[in-house]
């Protein structure tokens, strides 16, 4: 079962197999009352269910067939919540009280589950939107959808809301020499659990938390990994003093200023952890919460990778410059031998890919063009939401505003149905005139 889902979702991401299915699709339209929201992650099912709140009915689209599937079908095994649970809650439903701190991938799947059930969300699975168009003289935006089926539909509706995420896709780099690498290359999307290479050399390239969290997970199954650090990066312990680090940081940031509880949080670091450049991993310029909010980097939350970068069973790697037949050369002339190659090289936005509109969203790189907070709403009936790369923090703002706003337009549009309604039933029938 599960196999099969994993092929299905797999399917309904391949852009050949949706390009085949656009082709042959025989189309048919439905017109949707309130919002239509395009993809059942978490951001999709926070709108869905602020909007039931109000009152608002809506519609979900998603491409595979069940909800959250960045979870459920892209993540490794041992991840848990980054945040404290806390920080992570959709609008209108905590997380169960026995729950702890930092829930494993599976509890917050049955989590999103509940929170689905709780609210009726019922999205339509298999449901690839492959085009979204606004068409003026209509005043309504024309959605198109392929299934796995081939069968393609069009959705008319006055209000579009986009959740595909910031993690829509894989991004994987091109490297030299990569057809020829004897290995298998990986994304991170796809590896679950390190068993499989068990005694194996294994380079993971990329220092995010992903990257960070894979070679810890491969050493807990010994097999030898190396990672790749090409840029700087701020690795902080997730709990200092106490409390979770990004709780801390959140309750400083209401009484200091940024670069004072930066310098604050890089003392307390450096105390915990040492001097992180010591062992290849050099800290940025900026601070870690200056550096998050400029440019949407994520420092890395440390669960005990660190630890064995410090004991050698992990190892340290500049770039890469070429790929060999079993070998990797890196850029100081190094050449070392390897099994496989894990590119823990991050996700992107796909909406440049089926949304038809420039002015929301950027071209490059698929975010709304206005910074937060003030990056979900755009003209037309156009709303996006989890794009503020703030985390599920982001996305309970954004859903919250995006349904208030719908409900205003829906309770204006609904007084002026139900007055013409109104008049229609006091108009004297032909019959009674008669
Ligand atoms: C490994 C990992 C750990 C994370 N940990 C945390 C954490 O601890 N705390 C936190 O706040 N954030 C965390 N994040 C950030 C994460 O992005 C959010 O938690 C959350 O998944 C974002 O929800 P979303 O609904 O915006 O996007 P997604 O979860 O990516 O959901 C988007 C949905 O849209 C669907 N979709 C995409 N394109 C289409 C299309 N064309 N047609 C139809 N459907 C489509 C996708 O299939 C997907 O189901 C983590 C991310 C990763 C990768």
């Not at 009352?33 to 059942?40: D, K």
């Not at 609210?119 to 085009?131: H, L």
């Not at 109104?422 to 032909?430: C, E, V, Y």
């Amino acid at each position: 079962m599960d196999c099969l889902r994993e092929i299905q979702g797999k399917q309904a991401h391949d852009p050949i197999f949706i390009e085949k299915m656009n082709t042959s699709a025989s189309w048919r339209c439905i017109c949707v009352p309130g919002p239509l929201i395009v993809g059942a992650g978490p951001s999709g099912l926070a709108t869905a269910a602020c909007l039931k709140e109000k009152g608002v009915p809506s519609v979900v689209l998603e491409r595979s067939n069940c909800i959250a599937s960045l979870w459920q079908l892209k993540t490794y095994d041992r991840l848990r919540l980054h945040l404290p649970k806390q920080f992570c809650e959709l609008p209108l439903m905590g997380f169960p009280t026995d729950f702890p701190t930092y829930p494993i991938k599976q509890q917050f799947v049955d989590y999103l589950e509940a929170y689905a059930r709780e609210f009726g969300i019922k999205p339509r699975f298999n449901e690839t939107v492959s085009q979204a168009e606004y068409d003026a003289t209509l005043g309504f935006w024309r959605v198109k959808s392929v299934g796995v089926n081939g069968k393609g539909t069009e959705y008319v509706c006055r209000w579009l809301v986009v959740a595909t995420g910031e993690n829509a896709e894989a991004v994987m780099p091109e490297m030299e020499g990569m057809g020829e690498f004897g290995g298998d290359i990986r994304h991170t999307s796809l590896y679950k659990r390190g068993e499989e290479f068990r005694g194996k050399r294994v380079l993971v390239v990329g220092c995010g938390n992903s990257g960070m969290e894979v070679c810890l997970d491969l050493c807990n199954h010994n097999a030898k990994p190396s990672l790749v650090v090409r840029d700087t990066v701020h690795v902080l312990p997730r709990e200092m003093l106490g409390r979770s680090t990004f709780g801390l940081s959140m309750w400083l940031l209401n009484w200091l200023p940024i670069r004072f509880v930066d310098r604050l949080l890089l003392i307390v670091t450096w105390l915990m952890l040492g001097d992180t450049a010591r062992i290849g991993l050099d800290r940025p310029r900026l601070g870690p919460l200056e550096l998050k909010n400029l440019s949407g980097k994520t420092p890395v939350l440390d669960v005990g990778t660190l630890a064995n970068i410090k004991s050698g069973d992990i190892k340290v790697c500049p770039s890469i410059k070429r790929l060999k037949r079993h070998a990797v050369e890196f850029v100081n002339g190094k050449t070392e031998n390897f099994d496989a190659i894990i590119l823990a090289t991050g996700y992107k936005s796909n909406v440049p890919s089926w949304l038809k509109e420039r002015e929301m969203f950027s071209e490059k790189d698929g975010y709304p063009r206005r910074p937060f907070p003030n990056g979900w709403k755009g003209e037309s009936g156009l709303y996006a939401v989890g794009f503020t790369k703030r985390g599920l923090l982001g996305t309970s703002m954004d859903a919250r505003r995006i349904a208030e706003d719908i409900e205003r337009c829906w309770k204006h549009e609904a007084k002026h149905r139900m007055a013409f309604t109104r008049s229609l039933l006091q108009q004297p029938s032909s019959d009674s005139s008669s």
